[in-house]
């Protein structure tokens, strides 16, 4: 399960595999990471379900284009198939659409943020709303970028790309612990 324990771990795995990138990486990651421990607190007192844990389109098949419309007049729409289920986790409601939306500019990310919300209100869910889940998004993108850069000395990944992670986990740090201001409650 996505836990406390399990955001702040994966933050600081990022924190020593980019400190093997050198000083300057380490301390823009450090820096990004100031507050994060709230943040953290936040996202896992979030309800859970079922998450995949790596939600993105190529661990995604859709079956079939939408068959004609019905004589009801409602078309069945596409079967939906994930694949690739080894990091299913129990994780907050909002977890996976970070993958899911990753690389999305912020029009079409809030077309799918909308629709998300929406389907999870018509299923009796609820879900946050207004800036608490626009922070919360943030912090799920900022654990995404974190977890991969956790693997970057194993993957061996190069200079630059370690570069443009901390540089999104900067962004959505911005986002996150710098305009999301003071939450209601928070343990500093």
């Not at 922070?135 to 194993?154: I, P, Q, R």
Request: hydrophobic share 40%; glycine share 10%; net charge positive.
């Amino acid at each position: 399960a996505v836990t406390l324990r399990h955001y702040l771990a994966v933050a600081a795995a990022a924190g020593r595999a980019v400190a093997e990138y050198g000083d300057a990486s380490r301390q823009r990651l450090a820096g990004a990471l100031a507050g994060y421990g709230e943040l953290a607190q936040r996202m896992a007192a979030q309800p859970r379900t079922l998450a995949h844990g790596s939600y993105r389109p190529q661990n995604i098949i859709v079956a079939g284009a939408p068959d004609p419309p019905a004589p009801s007049g409602r078309a069945t729409p596409p079967r939906v198939c994930p694949l690739d289920w080894e990091t299913a986790t129990l994780a907050p409601q909002g977890y996976d659409l970070a993958y899911l939306s990753d690389g999305f500019d912020a029009d079409r990310r809030g077309t799918l943020a909308t629709a998300y919300r929406d389907e999870a209100v018509r299923r009796g869910l609820t879900v946050p709303e207004g800036p608490e889940a626009d922070v919360l998004s943030h912090g799920y993108d900022m654990h995404k970028n974190l977890k991969t850069l956790s693997k970057a000395v194993d993957r061996r990944f190069p200079p630059q790309g370690v570069d443009r992670l901390v540089a999104m986990v900067e962004q959505a740090a911005a986002r996150a612990l710098r305009d999301g201001g003071p939450h209601p409650g928070s343990v500093a």
